[in-house]
């Protein structure tokens, strides 16, 4: 039963940092294709970065450069992504996925598990 549960989400000024965390449960994330995604208000939900084992990460190209951080640590399970400088616009609900594919698909609908999100609200 494959599932992740997101967490670190929360209220944060303008300039702060997180780090958010997708564990993973029923599968195991070194031989699996992980990724990171977020949904702001009114917007689509958009890829960040995915990590695979065939191809390492994996940049979507939705976020800003030197910002964004996504790591795994294989013996927890857990996939991380640190967000440092954070800003108004960064708010949105931050999902971690999966999919049965052995690479990052570019297609948000490819991942087929989700987590329930975690809310990164920052404020000015």
């Known amino acids: 039963h494959v599932q992740l549960v997101e967490s670190g989400g929360g209220l944060v000024h303008t300039g702060g940092s997180l780090r958010l965390s997708c564990a993973a449960f029923g599968f195991t994330l070194e031989n699996a294709a992980i990724g990171w995604f977020r949904q702001s208000p009114g917007k689509e939900r958009e890829g960040l970065f995915c990590?695979?084992?065939?191809?390492?990460?994996?940049d979507y190209g939705n976020s800003e450069k030197g910002r964004f951080t996504m790591s795994s640590d294989n013996a927890k399970n857990i996939a991380y992504l640190q967000i440092n400088t954070l800003k108004p616009e960064d708010t949105a609900v931050y999902y971690c996925a999966t999919t049965n594919l052995e690479y990052c698909s570019k297609f948000v609908g490819d991942f087929a598990w989700w987590g329930q999100g975690t809310q990164v609200t920052v404020s000015s």
């Open positions: 990590i695979s084992r065939r191809d390492g990460v994996t």
